[in-house]
């Protein structure tokens, strides 16, 4: 039984075949890498909206509660009870 050898011109298209797979593996690896980052970050966007979400939840639900109403009072609207002083120190 003889056997044919393989002509040059099947060994560099079997070659060229091989350098495509090749490529396209490593484009696939790069767009998989790709992917894996941009869903950590998607992830990380997704927790910070879920603490956000419930530091405004709790705000509604405790909205009405007069200690939390003169902490904003005091915070955002720079008001203060009466006798109270604020005093501010600058550089």
């Known amino acids: 039984m003889k056997l044919k050898k393989a002509s ?3 060994k ?11 490529t396209g593996l490593l484009n696939l690896r790069q767009q998989i890498l790709t ?6 970050e998607a992830q990380s966007r997704v927790a910070e909206q879920k603490q956000v979400n419930a530091e405004l939840a709790d705000a509604v639900e405790n909205s009405g509660d007069p200690e939390r109403q ?3 009072a005091r915070s ?3 008001l203060v009870e009466p006798g109270e002083y604020i005093f501010r120190f600058t550089d």
Do not use: F, P, S
């Open 76 to 78: 955002k609207l720079g």
């Open 8 to 10: 040059l011109l099947t």
């Open 70 to 72: 003169a902490d904003l």
């Open 12 to 22: 560099l298209v079997v070659l060229a075949l091989l350098i495509g797979a090749a």
């Open 35 to 40: 992917a894996e980052a941009d869903l950590t």
